[in-house]
């Protein structure tokens, strides 16, 4: 039986708080893995999975495939995840409707799965997901033959019917997005013949890397214009794996700022990965003078991961490059915390696609900082924060059920003169499911508001 996830209206107060301390195991990659579940769900045969991150969203994802026909046993010891998949093609007639709460990348993913398959779905989500766009997603893959049955919207609720002769896929990213070319990717795996997407500026690649490892037919490379060109050929059967998720480095993001603005800290923080189109804030953060020392490094599932050390450090501001804007969105937040602190004006370009996450990141960054005594403003696509090395604090800041805002705030607080208080901490649980636990270890200071 599939739950919805009520928002809980869980108020916190954070206090400026001492030295940080300890270690910390990063969680699992959220994007990741999504995209373990269901490629392991297209599959004949079992794939394991280790570490699978135990978060809201990924629950929707796991519940759509079931829905699908797919089998997913949750291990309780190890945390091992068994998926007994239906095969290319093979999915399922859902019974009913498929309600993905707070998770745009199971909505957009699943969208690209079902839509050249012969089945009619029906796709619902929470307040926040209901308000996001989809027809970015949706406008490609009409051209292979998916039908929106509800009234042409392009927000949930939605309507679909898949194609049973989907024609091949042969399209040009328009919006750098890594959950429109997964998308485009997942439904071109059960197309007959050869689907080819370009892609012009360069977003994460966990798609591709995984499609390899599962034995996709899949080859990429640079055309003449220096663009990423993706073709796969459909309909080839894929093999089962046995798959370990590596640390999400967008949640390790909090606490490595947390512990460089936070005076006299030192973190050690395990199991980052660092997929160059996933890790670029860490050098951003490095230019802005921050102690981050590289240890161990290690290998998962084809991707490098490291532990790293985080010292508490003087920083100065930043000016990020336009192109590098898809590959740090989901950092934008925390990075404007970082610039808070810093000395000197920092630019961030590119951030009009903050306003179509889970809430209208962008507002919520003038909001958070403006509020909480931190000059800001917008010029043109880019953002402009004036740091001057402390924050004063006192205000009161929404969450707008995103998690990202939520932790993003509770790390501003830690080192803000005045008290910050957070409306609402649950949605957290959609990404970082022992966030607050974590912080309290470490010392972060707060109380119920």
């Known amino acids: 039986m599939i739950m919805k996830i009520n928002n809980k209206n869980n108020p916190v107060i954070v206090e400026r708080s001492n030295a940080l301390s300890g270690s910390i195991d990063t969680p699992s990659d959220k994007s990741i893995s999504h995209r373990a579940l269901i490629l392991g769900s297209l599959c004949i045969g079992e794939t394991k999975i280790h570490n699978l991150l135990l978060s809201e969203d990924i629950t929707s994802t796991i519940c759509a495939l079931e829905q699908f026909g797919a089998s997913i046993n949750m291990g309780e010891e190890q945390n091992i995840t068994n998926i007994y998949g239906i095969g290319i093609g093979g999915l399922l ?20 799965l079902m839509s050249s398959c012969d089945v009619c779905v029906e796709f619902e989500g929470d307040e926040s997901l209901s308000k996001r766009p989809m027809g970015r997603v949706l406008d490609p893959l009409k051209e292979i033959g998916l039908e929106i049955l509800s009234n042409e919207k392009e927000n949930l609720p939605l309507k679909l019917k898949g194609t049973a002769l989907p024609v091949p896929i042969n399209h040009k990213l328009v919006v750098p997005s890594a959950q429109i070319k997964s998308a485009l990717m997942l439904a071109a795996l059960n197309i007959r013949g050869r689907s080819t997407i370009i892609e012009t500026i360069k977003t ?18 640079l055309n003449d214009l220096g663009q990423k060109e993706i073709m796969i050929s459909g309909q080839k059967k894929l093999s089962p794996r046995e798959i370990d998720i590596p640390g999400d480095p967008s949640s390790a993001a909090f606490f490595i700022v947390a512990g460089l603005i936070s005076k006299g ?14 890790s670029l804030f860490i050098d951003y953060l490095i230019s802005m003078g921050a102690k981050i020392d590289f240890l161990d490094k290690y290998s998962k599932c084809g991707e490098e991961v490291v532990d790293i050390d985080v010292t508490a450090s003087e920083l100065k501001g930043v000016t990020t490059s336009l192109n590098d804007a898809p590959s740090i969105i989901d950092e934008f937040l925390i990075l ?16 009009s696609e903050l306003k179509v996450k889970e809430s209208d990141r962008l507002e919520a960054i003038i909001n958070m900082l403006t509020a909480s005594g931190v000059k800001c403003e917008t010029k043109d696509d880019d953002l402009i924060i004036y740091g001057n090395g402390e924050v004063p604090g006192g205000s009161d800041i929404k969450s707008n059920y995103d998690h990202r805002v939520a ?15 957070i409306d609402d901490v649950s949605p957290i649980a959609t990404s970082f499911p022992n966030f607050m636990e974590i912080y309290h270890k470490v010392g972060g200071n707060f109380h119920s508001g």
């Open 336 to 351: 404007s915390v970082a610039a808070a602190y810093a000395k000197g004006e920092s630019k961030f370009c590119g951030v």
């Open 265 to 278: 800290s030192k973190l050690r923080i395990k199991n980052v990965m660092i997929n160059p189109t996933r």
């Open 204 to 221: 994460r690649d966990h798609t591709e890397k995984l499609f390899e490892y599962f034995g996709a037919d899949i080859q990429t490379s």
């Open 93 to 112: 007639q859902p019974s009913k409707k498929i309600y993905l709460g707070n998770s745009g990348t199971s909505v957009r993913l699943l969208i690209g």
């Open 407 to 421: 932790m993003s705030a509770l790390i501003l607080g830690l080192g803000s003169k005045s008290q910050i208080r």
